[in-house]
């Protein structure tokens, strides 16, 4: 089992930057995959950011390529996404999650995460 704790988000406007962390523990001795999902209101779960086990290999849909960044110290057991140039559209709950198996091709689907952190808000004001 893998615990996650979620913190940053909040308001802010557009054009502004935020980070989110989300912090690891449990079974964290074996490599885990994290990414990171939004979703707005009436709107389904969606991928925003992906990171492997030891941060070699990095994953991003067009929406926020160039805009957000994954990260991690696996020292600290914690992934951050760093998030700049925010857009209204960006506004939604804010998840982590973490696998131990996950795959290139499966990384953007939420079904393949067992582990969830308890989300956070981020609200972009235009």
């Known amino acids: 089992q893998v615990q996650l704790v979620q913190s940053g988000g909040g308001l802010v406007r557009a054009g502004d930057s935020l980070r989110l962390s989300c912090a690891a523990s449990?079974?964290?001795?074996?490599?885990?995959?994290v990414s990171w999902f939004r979703q707005a209101p009436g709107k389904e779960r969606e991928f925003v950011a992906g990171?492997?086990?030891?941060?070699?290999?990095?994953y991003y849909p067009e929406s926020v390529k160039g805009r957000f960044t994954i990260s991690r110290d696996n020292a600290k057991n914690t992934v951050y996404v760093q998030m700049n140039s925010l857009k209204p559209e960006d506004t939604a709950v804010y998840y982590c999650a973490a696998t131990h198996y996950i795959t290139t091709h499966t990384m953007a689907e939420s079904s393949n995460y067992p582990y969830w952190g308890q989300g956070t808000q981020v609200t972009v004001s235009s």
């Open positions: 449990g079974r964290t001795d074996s490599g885990y995959a």
């Open positions: 990171i492997n086990w030891n941060g070699g290999n990095t």
